[in-house]
């Protein structure tokens, strides 16, 4: 139901005053993230490529903790990126905000405080995001992630990567280095992203080992450690001796991998450092340069029927994967790291694909015939996990 | 499992239970209880009003809680002023916020005159918030059951009535266990909670998944009909209406009504209900039920007005709230409506806070503990009845 | 080992984790006081010791910053209704929304680090038992810790003039006060150190995980103060609901790590309805077993 725009309008005349004494009185006392972020623009902005855009103001939506270390880490990293890279525009951050209606009060507090564009980042926002564009036709509205099936409002774009591209790299790293030839992959819901990624890391994995099978173990959360290190802890007992997840956060289990004295693949943010010779390599998110251009498109008034008026995936292929490999660890083997490498080359030729046919899927059945190379649409409509990954999705 | 072989089940001396449990009617117990409350509350809550002192210190014991909360916001590098300033201006200064604080307070409310329902009984309903979830959980069976078959108004009846069912049902367990083995509500009404919250995942994770939602876990959306209609063009929501309506219901329940008056009598002395000849089982159930309707309506409306799809999350805590709203207003009906919007404005100021102060979000919780806090400290409330 | 032995192994695991609260909270209510407050001590204590130790590099010293938080959070639980009469429910309530909210507060420079050194020690001898040895005598220090405590606090509850004390303030605390005795202060120590067991079923929790997350507790203080419930009052019924429920936390990771598809969610549900269900049956026996003061505190809730 549309918001009228009346109303909205008064609202926000109301609004103004009392907000822009106290940003008066808070850019006095300087206690805000924002007021950080345009210290550190000032002190480091000459050496940075600047863009310089009209003035506008940008909100950034996390569902969890801008620390995790993980998705919301990275989220926070691409945002702060912005408020140092584009000296016009001023960010405004707002972490654990959960997946309810909450999502539609935090967009409202932003849009009063001139937010003119929103991104929302986490993966159960989208229908909150979508009606909120069509509520303010005047406020840009992204979603980070989401897949956008019906037409689109003028003011409503996804944008979200080839996420399985990084992680089948991080599958090889993973068969390339196990012993015991078991992965074990601790994720939290069994949505088309997450299936997509765990069979591109056991296509990556089987690629370099065909004997590596990888088992799975859901926490039904985006973080709950308790959930992590359980899971963690029975793959490891299993005999599995490289662990990735799909979290979230990612401190748990790279913890339970550092404890046991075993290897982890990382998902979401480059951990190297919290476990040096475990940390094999993993995918990380490098959010800016899409914020940037979605902002500059978005102050420049080109928004609307520009690519991210849509659902803008970036791949390898147009080197633009806002997923990229983070760094590689001592653990891996010259000749891993150089077949990694020559893959990561590989996929961004024309026509490449981690998903291209033959794929098979655990029941036997043909998910691609040989030859056949699945569009973007199709690999995020998967429903079937590949033969060699062990455990099964919850039936939906 | 055996207890039985357990340290010290055998020896328990030298106090022994004999010696020290005392009949339920003794007179030590009879004394410590709350007077049977014999006149009209509300007569005196309006005596307690014109109590100049007390009111003075309670509203020294709200400016002392928003000072502590200042100084924690300073802690953390906020001046407190801006803050206070802030939370005004997201949840009061303007039409829009107001109307999202109203809107919030909708399941709040109702939940929290599913405290002071069966409080008037004597039963404690720390359930609130799984009553709010099966209440949504059946509202959105049936909305999207019903889809685009029926005409609005008979959907969002069905709606209502099935979410308030819900949660009677889910709080009558607590009550038929209390009243028939003694099981202490306080304790099943919260465990009951978790369950509630994983009945709600397993539905919106396998059954009831949406099918075009791309794999998130939620239900289908309810049919545009079905939704709770939005009035006079605010983005409040008939929702509103119907919570006014039941609260002032309530009150007239429980102030104006022999089955209000037994709650009462029940609650002050279950056994000189008892011996008067009150049905006090049914009595306790029917408190709970009621109650429990009462939520369950509240997580319903919710659904139906605002949510419109049933997600993970969807009431994190709204029922815990809702209990200690209730306490501050001693469950009297009025006043926990009062307490209950203020509640929600406080629980809804957190993004305003972390958007223009740089606070993290969840430090409202601790406003909302300190204004339960304040009043503890500043005035004793032991044998008071409520 | 087979996925009994580890569902069993990690079920210690994570049922110390209720444990050590259920303890505590046993005390407690032994000496008539209920804490829902449970759930924010161990929020507390998780924090407290979480940052001790991430800044000192001792773990010891941050299951002693645990203690110490969750001590200070029992005597606020305790002062407030020990000595200013407030309802129980309400004040437990509102420990926990305080700690809930300082610990995300405070917390939040936190959760992107990593502490390390609260590790399994293999008991020499014992783990080496068939079958029960790896998983009863492979954990952290604070499981065995744990393990002492059953003992412990049923030989000072029931052969100590301290423990007597405190039962006698859970029964009737007019009584002890004729005899001279201070009901008041001993149940206000029973609630603190009660509480100071929470602290370290939290340090437990954010040192063995080597990691903080808001509301990392997730419910468990609540279920620590149900499980007390559940044993009637009993040391052993602590120590058999606490692995019950850390079983039964356990068992779905461990299905699904033998490739076996399990409800997640129903299972989640299991713990709370085998606790509902024993509080159920037990809930006659329950009812004359509960201290009087309790049972008091408890109807006069309302």
Known sequence: MPFPVSARVSRTTLAVVPLVAASLVLSACGSSSTKNVAAASSASGAKASTITTPKIAVGFLMVGSKKDYGYNEAVYDGSQAVAKDMPNVNVITADNVPESNAVTTAMDSMVSQGAKVIFASS???????????????????????????????????????????????????????????????????????????????????????????????????????????????????????????????????????????????????????????????????NWAPIYKKIIAAAAGGTFKGSPYNANWVGDFAHDDNPLTLASIGSSVSADLKAKITAEQTALKQPGASVFKGPIVCQDGTVLYAAGVTPTYDQINSINCLVKGVVGTLPKS | MSLTSEPGAETETPVTRDDLTVEFDSPTMVEERPAVVTTGESLADRIRLTDWHRTGVTVGAYVAALAAFGILAAVKGANPFTVYHSMLNSTFADTGSIQQTFLRSIPIVLAALAVAVPARAGLVNVGGEGQIILGAVAATGVGVAIGSHVPGPLSWLAMGLAGAAAGAVWAGIAGVLRSTLNANESVTTLLLNFIANDIMLYLIYQPWKDPNGSGQPQSKPLDHHAILPKLFGSSLNLGLIIAAVVAIGVWYLLQRTGWGFALRVVGGNPEAARRAGLPVKPLLISSMVVGGALAGLGGALNLAGVETQLRPGTTITFGYIAFLASYLGRHNPAKVVVASVVFSAIALSGNGLQISNGLDGQIVNVLLGLIVLAPLILAKHGKRSA | MNGVEQALMFGVDSGTAILLPSLGEMVGQRAGVINLGTEGCMLAGALSSFIVASETGSIATGVVAGLVAGMLCGLLHGWLTVRRGADQLASGLVVWFLALGVTSVFGSGYTDRIVTGLDPIAIPGLSKIPWAGPILFDHDILVYVGYALVPLTWYALWRTRIGLSVRAAGERPEVVATAGGRPQLIQMSAVAIGAGLSGIGGAQLSLSLGNWTNNMTAGYGFVAVAVVLFAAWRPLGVLAGSYLFGVALATASVLQAHGVGVNQYLLDAMPYLITLTALVLLARRGAQQAPEALVRALTHAA
């Open chain 1, 123 to 285: 993966y159960g926002y989208f229908q909150y995001a979508e009606k909120f564009a069509v509520a303010h036709p005047d406020v840009i509205v992204l979603h980070q992630g989401g897949f956008q099936k019906d037409a689109f409002p003028a003011n409503f774009g996804t944008y979200w990567g080839q996420a399985f591209e990084p992680v089948s790299l991080g599958g090889m790293a993973a068969g390339g280095t196990t012993k015991t030839n078991k992965l074990g992959y601790v994720y939290a819901f069994p949505i088309p992203q997450t299936i997509a990624n765990i069979d591109a890391f056991q296509l990556g994995a089987q690629a370099v080992n065909p004997k590596a099978q990888t088992y799975l173990v859901n926490t039904s959360s985006w973080c709950d450690p308790v959930k992590q290190s359980q899971a963690a802890a029975a793959l490891l007992s299993q005999g599995v001796d490289v662990l990735t997840q799909h979290q979230d956060c990612q401190g748990t289990v790279i913890n339970a991998a550092k404890k046991a004295g075993k290897y982890v693949v990382g998902y979401h943010y480059d951990a190297q450092s919290l476990d040096p010779s475990g940390w094999l390599t993993g995918s990380a998110w």
